[in-house]
């Protein structure tokens, strides 16, 4: 039998998830298909039904289902329910199993930077769905210090129910950073500009931004100018998929160069 997978999300159309699979599913021979599906809300319990009925052998969550998905699951891991967010659900034991691997791939993507964040200085950008899963992974990392900022100041200090010891600042104010990282969907459109003032006294820092098409925001852009080093969001898309890939099949599969160019294509 064929195993089936899938990503749901809303908006669905521009998600590389079912390329990355598709492609590892391919060259590790297994006999599986991982497409991507459109829901509204009142699908998610339906779609769960199905992961218990096995006819669904796993699912990717992504905006806005990731919290949303949480009321029809039976199990969370630790992560998952320490940031209230699920990407990836399978099922063990006749139980439907929440897991958040986006954790994981932003942990990847900051270590192959070589960047230690050990005792250093954070500056979120952004209260959305994937901002939990960073501040978690900023943590587990020893960052000594995480300050918050959001356009709407409220949803920044909601995630003070879910992390102690955060600072939140004013959208649009800045403060001393070793690492600034933008979890907001600004950008997305290449023309994006955060209203951040950034100048030339920030330099030797890191600039991270979750989007990673287009390839380079407006937010690194000026980071690499004023001499940051930078990275985007593939790295991290990718890891998080490996990671879901991994507890699916039970094959840790190979970030290779294809990988690489098929989501720059
Ligand atoms: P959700 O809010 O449903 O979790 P998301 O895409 O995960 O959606 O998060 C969007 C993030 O980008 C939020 O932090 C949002 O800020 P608000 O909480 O104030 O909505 C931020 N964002 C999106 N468009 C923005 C804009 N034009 N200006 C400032 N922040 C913006």
Request: aromatic residues 8%; positive net charge; charged residues 25%.
């Amino acid at each position: 039998m064929i195993k089936k997978y899938l990503v749901i999300g809303n908006p669905i159309e521009h998600s590389l998830s079912p390329k990355v699979h598709n492609y590892w599913i391919k060259k590790n021979n297994i006999q599986a298909i991982y497409t991507k599906q459109k829901l509204e809300d009142f699908e998610l319990e339906n779609l769960i039904s199905q992961v218990k009925e096995k006819k669904i052998n796993g699912v990717n969550i992504t905006v806005p289902f990731k919290k949303k998905i949480i009321p029809f699951l039976d199990i969370l891991s630790p992560e998952a329910e320490a940031t209230q967010s699920v990407n990836t659900i399978y099922l063990n034991d006749n139980k439907v199993v929440g897991l958040n691997t986006d954790i994981e791939g932003f942990e990847l993507s900051i270590k192959n930077m070589n960047f230690n964040v050990a005792n250093k200085t954070a500056l979120v950008l952004g209260a959305g769905g994937v901002t939990p899963s960073i501040i978690y992974a900023l943590k587990k990392m020893k960052i000594s210090k995480i300050t918050v900022s959001n356009r709407t100041k409220e949803k920044a200090e909601n995630l003070k129910s879910l992390f102690n010891n955060l600072n939140i600042i004013e959208w649009g104010e800045i403060i001393n950073f070793d690492i600034i990282i933008n979890t907001t969907s600004i950008g997305l459109n290449i023309k994006d500009q955060l209203p951040i003032k950034l100048t030339k006294e920030i330099k030797n820092k890191f600039f991270f931004d979750v989007i990673y098409n287009p390839k380079e925001t407006n937010f690194l852009k000026k980071g690499k100018e004023f001499g940051n080093k930078t990275e985007n969001g593939k790295n991290m898309f990718i890891h998080q998929a490996s990671a879901a890939f991994k507890i699916w099949h039970n094959i840790q599969p190979e970030v290779d160069r294809n990988i690489i160019k098929l989501l720059d294509s």
